[in-house]
């Protein structure tokens, strides 16, 4: 089954910073992975997505990821860090046919420090 | 706004009860995801519709229900409720499935409190 892992549950950055969030998944076939983001108290927001176009994909807000198939990775970065970027970021993935829901990793807590 | 509708927003119940959460789509998308979300077990894929039909299941408990009617919004119906059951249970909506399926738009959520 699909599956993604993100490593570390908390990241703290001093605002201005790179921010740098890991996610791995598991499958032999490349998926479609995506990153989320939820605000507290609010629904889940696309960031941006793979699909097997580009391997650097560009999302909103300034953040990207880069697909490496060699490291089974899709992290997500972000040049420099601002305060409004504090929020839950989710890692999530489905197969490359699309015929399975999105698989969500726990979840990595952004805090961006003044 | 993602354009996907779900209510209440809240809702305080007694363990024992049944409550039922609803979700209207985004307009002009025919599938239907049901996610719970809590502390310990994270973001659980529950269950999907496509166009009225389920299409895939995650891990619904029994006790847990759902259905999605002609006009495409869904009913998440939850009973002999738990504490444990208590979570923010979101909807989701995409297009379609299959490669249609490559972006789902999440509504806000429906925090249920089991007491």
């Known amino acids: 089954a699909q599956s993604v892992t993100q490593l570390g549950s908390h990241v703290s950055v001093s605002e201005g910073a790179l921010v740098l969030l890991r996610c791995n998944y598991s499958?032999?076939?490349?998926?479609?992975l995506f990153w989320y983001v939820q605000y507290p108290n609010q629904g889940l927001q696309l960031l941006l997505k793979?699909?097997?176009?580009?391997?650097l994909v560009k999302g909103i807000n300034g953040f990207e990821a880069e697909f490496k198939k060699s490291e089974t990775s899709f992290h997500l970065t972000k040049p420099s860090a601002h305060m409004s970027d504090a929020a839950e970021y989710f890692c999530?993935?489905?197969?490359?046919?699309?015929?399975?829901?999105?698989?969500f990793g726990k979840g990595t807590r952004l805090s961006v420090i003044a | 706004d993602s354009g996907v509708t779900q209510t209440p927003k809240h809702l305080i119940t007694a363990t024992g009860q049944r409550v039922t959460l609803r979700c209207s789509p985004r307009?002009?998308?025919?599938?239907v995801y049901w996610y719970q979300q809590s502390l310990d077990q994270g973001l659980q894929f529950l269950i999907q519709?496509?166009?009225?039909?389920?299409?895939a299941k995650g891990n619904i408990l029994e006790r847990f229900s759902a259905q999605q009617f002609p006009d495409l919004h869904s009913e998440l119906n939850l009973s002999s409720l738990e504490l444990g059951d208590s979570a923010l249970y979101f909807c989701?909506?995409?297009?379609?499935?299959?490669?249609?399926?490559?972006?789902?738009?999440f509504g806000q959520g429906t925090r249920l409190t089991v007491v």
């Open positions: 989701a909506s995409s297009v379609g499935t299959g490669k249609l399926n490559t972006e789902a738009f």
């Open positions: 499958s032999s076939v490349p998926p479609y």
């Open positions: 793979y699909t097997s176009a580009a391997t």
């Open positions: 999530a993935v489905i197969s490359n046919s699309g015929n399975t829901p999105l698989v």
């Open positions: 307009s002009g998308d025919l599938s």
């Open positions: 519709y496509y166009n009225g039909e389920e299409r």
